[in-house]
């Protein structure tokens, strides 16, 4: 692949002819588009392109989850590409063909939450935990806020070979009283949908992050995650 010291052309994409042009970090590329290509069909390479499509998927997912897309960019300043941060995070930590990883939301594991307790009810989602006193150096005399940020992810048991289903839950911003033990409750809903299928139509898993936010709504600290299983509904468990 050959690279455009000198930018004369601007920022080029696309394909003229035989060339095509690519623009990674700041820098325009060229290469030469292959004459014939033909897909491989066997089990490793169709496992890998279903990897690389299912992580693409969850990335995707993560990263427009606009307080941890936020978290990332803080850690990562000089990475041009969060979502690509996202997908290296990612990519061995959640299997195509059996989802029992748990995937990467945030960069680090967060602080430790005191008694943390996940639930799905019907359509609400509640988290609750000991307070956060001790735990968290804020300035006492600034206000703070709290939120629920979830990526839930199913395959519908009636259709087991299709592409799992991502959706993402934000919860809603709260002010933070560090002396009161946490209970949030998060009502579970997205565009077109009225309500989560029954239990009995999918299979799910759940991971949440409790993030805080200064008075300026941006994110200063956040929690370990917290996973829940649909197999299992009152287990909790730490990643």
């Not at 000089?78 to 990467?104: E, L, M």
């Not at 005399?141 to 939120?147: A, H």
């Not at 579970?188 to 759940?206: H, M, Q, T």
Request: charged share 20%.
């Amino acid at each position: 692949m050959g690279q455009l010291k000198r930018q004369t052309l601007g920022d080029v994409f696309g394909s003229v002819g035989h060339l095509v042009f690519k623009n990674r970090g700041g820098t325009n590329y060229i290469s030469h588009r292959p004459v014939t290509y033909a897909t491989p069909q066997d089990d490793r390479s169709v496992s890998i392109r279903n990897q690389f499509r299912f992580t693409s998927k969850l990335s995707k997912s993560i990263n427009s989850i606009d307080l941890i897309k936020k978290i990332w960019r803080n850690k990562y300043l000089k990475y041009y590409s969060v979502y690509h941060k996202i997908f290296d995070a990612n990519y061995h930590r959640f299997n195509y063909d059996n989802p029992s990883g748990n995937p990467v939301l945030t960069p680090e594991i967060g602080i430790a939450l005191g008694n943390p307790e996940i639930k799905l009810n019907g359509t609400n989602l509640i988290i609750k935990a000991d307070p956060l006193l001790g735990k968290l150096n804020l300035d006492p005399l600034k206000s703070y806020f709290i939120v629920t940020a979830s990526l839930l992810v199913f395959r519908y048991s009636t259709k087991p070979d299709d592409p799992p289903v991502f959706h993402t839950i934000n919860g809603k911003v709260t002010p933070l009283d560090l002396t009161q033990p946490i209970s949030l409750t998060t009502h579970i809903s997205s565009p077109g949908v009225n309500a989560i299928p029954p239990a009995d139509e999918y299979i799910s898993r759940l991971w949440s992050v409790l993030i805080i936010l200064d008075e300026y709504q941006n994110p200063v600290n956040y929690s370990e995650t917290l996973s829940w299983a649909s197999n299992t509904i009152d287990s909790n468990s730490n990643t």
